[in-house]
């Protein structure tokens, strides 16, 4: 707690949006402990806290602003007289293809490596296991680490 009310302001003095802020800093709050035994005991929490908050907002503002620049987007579309409403669904599934490779660059490259041969180029998971030297097991773990993470990330884009 002695930190989380100064990073919810620090975060909601650049998002702008106090349930936005918080998401923020309790997103930050749980990588510092996955990451735990790789951050340095010695080093200044206080200012790695502050630095994490301040990226994960950031992005968190590069996504609301791709987000309202599609929707203007399609917005400018339905108002033209030549509007065809077979457009606009063909520019919607676009716009779903383009959040979804946007989330796979959130994967852990390892996750992502193997969620993209099996799903992008239709290897099986033995295929995948045996080009990659790892096990099937291991295949099927980063397979379904990257769903949670691709729902996660997609239900975070609709907000």
Not at 7 to 32: M, P, R, S, T
Not at 39 to 66: C, F, P, V
Not at 127 to 147: C, F, G, M
Request: hydrophobic content about 35%.
């Amino acid at each position: 707690m002695t930190y989380y009310n100064p990073l919810c302001n620090y975060a909601n003095g650049i998002v702008h949006d106090w349930e936005i802020a918080e998401d923020i800093v309790q997103e930050v709050f749980i990588n510092v402990w996955n990451r735990r035994e790789h951050i340095d005991s010695e080093q200044n929490i206080k200012g790695y806290l502050y630095k994490a908050t301040k990226n994960k907002a950031l992005e968190e503002l590069r996504k609301l602003k791709s987000t309202v620049k599609k929707k203007n987007e399609l917005e400018f579309l339905q108002n033209r007289p030549d509007f065809d409403p077979e457009d606009l669904q063909e520019c919607e599934d676009w716009v779903k293809i383009d959040q979804i490779y946007s989330s796979l660059r959130h994967l852990p490259p390892k996750c992502r490596e193997v969620f993209e041969l099996s799903k992008i180029n239709g290897l099986t998971y033995t295929q995948i296991a045996d080009h990659l030297k790892i096990s099937p097991k291991t295949v099927e773990n980063h397979i379904a680490k990257a769903y949670v993470i691709l729902r996660n990330e997609l239900v975070l884009d609709k907000k």
